[in-house]
């Protein structure tokens, strides 16, 4: 970064922390390193009367999409440790044989980003400076967590993705097997396919006999199919065959990422393959570190 190299250092604290990490500027004089504060997102309106307490900080607010774009394509051009920033799962559906594989992006466009936050917004990038938002979904990690939270009785995140890991979402979904005896063979749909999430709810006795990983593993695969099918009719209506997760919801959340990746490969019929990055949440904050480096220069 102008002509400068170091290392990026992140953090991440809820936004209900925010009086704590403002408490923390205003002790350690924030604005003696640096007057002008970037922030992006909802939280940078939403809370802009609380940044507006620290003394001597200017607030930049900077639009998310642009952030996010410009924290993706530079973090991708950097690396990370001498390795590529971008990588996909082999044989997501089996956890003997899944692997890592890194990914060069060297020629990104056109891609497709998927941002899995709260919600989900689709975005159709077709160069630095040329993107759009196709469009989204408000059935995100939000989603997903608060689910959970009612289904199982969870309070945290790290909880809710730890129960869906020991879970069966088969004891809580009605399959095509379960309809046809097995396969549908003239539409080629596997007895495995989902063919009603939550749909073996109806049933009391079924209902009795679930727990609350099963529950939870229901609900992460009822998201990440979701994601994975509207995702893959963006990439076919925009003439895309790179789709690239990235988002908070992904931190720490492998099983999330070989479910997403299954069912872009399911949808698509094994045209298209889905792409991650390591530091999926915090593009929007080097894409605000850059925006304020090319201004100030």
């Not at 250092?9 to 925010?18: E, K, M, S, V, W």
């Not at 900080?57 to 920033?85: M, P, R, T, Y």
């Not at 689910?147 to 399959?175: H, I, Q, R």
Request: hydrophobic fraction near 40%; aromatic fraction near 12%; include cysteine.
């Amino acid at each position: 970064m102008r002509g400068r190299k170091g290392n990026l250092h992140f953090i991440r604290f809820p936004t209900y922390d925010l009086p704590v990490f403002l408490q923390m500027a205003q002790q350690k004089q924030f604005s003696s390193l640096h007057t002008s504060l970037c922030a992006t997102g909802g939280g940078a309106y939403k809370f802009e009367d609380d940044f507006m307490t620290v003394s001597g900080l200017e607030l930049w607010k900077l639009d998310e999409i642009d952030c996010l774009i410009k924290g993706v394509l530079f973090i991708d051009s950097v690396g990370f440790n001498g390795q590529s920033q971008c990588f996909y799962l082999e044989n997501p559906k089996d956890p003997e044989r899944c692997q890592k594989i890194p990914y060069n992006l060297e020629n990104p466009y056109p891609l497709l980003l998927v941002n899995i936050g709260s919600g989900v917004s689709i975005l159709a990038v077709y160069s630095k400076d040329n993107y759009k938002r196709v469009t989204g979904t408000s059935l995100g990690g939000g989603t997903f967590f608060g689910l959970c939270c009612l289904l199982t009785g969870c309070s945290t995140f790290e909880e809710a993705l730890e129960m869906a890991s020991l879970g069966d979402s088969t004891k809580v979904d009605k399959l095509v097997r379960d309809i046809y005896g097995g396969d549908y063979e003239r539409f080629g749909l596997p007895g495995y396919a989902v063919a009603s999430s939550f749909g073996n709810m109806m049933s009391k006795e079924k209902r009795d006999s679930v727990s609350k990983e099963d529950l939870a593993r229901a609900t992460l695969v009822t998201i990440t199919n979701n994601i994975g099918s509207i995702a893959r009719m963006c990439a076919v209506n925009e003439n895309i065959n790179r789709v690239v997760f990235v988002g908070n919801f992904l931190r720490i959340n492998t099983i999330s990422m070989k479910l997403l990746a299954y069912a872009l490969e399911y949808w698509s019929k094994g045209q298209l393959k889905a792409f991650f990055l390591e530091h999926e949440g915090y593009f929007g904050a080097v894409g605000a570190l850059l925006e304020l480096l090319t201004t100030i220069t």
